[in-house]
């Protein structure tokens, strides 16, 4: 499974249907790279950007916790 897929996977029992659309939406504007792209040199980055983006859609807790869970990826 890759970087991307695992990422989708833990996402989604947080942001639902949403989750592939907010990833790469995080991935595309904030990364500058293809979601398919997403490697281990930018998952800090990306679970930075999903508990700031992600608390304005969510309990900010909530993204926090899957922040964290994104950055525990490997």
């Known amino acids: 499974m890759t970087l991307y897929e695992q990422t989708i996977a833990v996402s989604k ?3 639902g249907p949403a989750t592939e659309s907010f ?7 904030r990364l500058k790279i293809e979601p398919a ?3 281990l040199a930018q ?3 990306l679970a930075k950007y999903v ?13 926090k916790l ?8 490997r």
């Open 13 to 15: 029992a947080y942001l």
């Open 23 to 29: 990833i790469d939406r995080q991935c595309k504007t």
């Open 37 to 39: 792209g997403l490697g």
């Open 43 to 45: 998952l800090a980055d």
């Open 51 to 63: 508990e700031l983006y992600g608390a304005t859609i969510m309990d900010p807790e909530k993204a």
């Open 66 to 73: 899957l922040a964290a869970k994104i950055g525990g990826l």
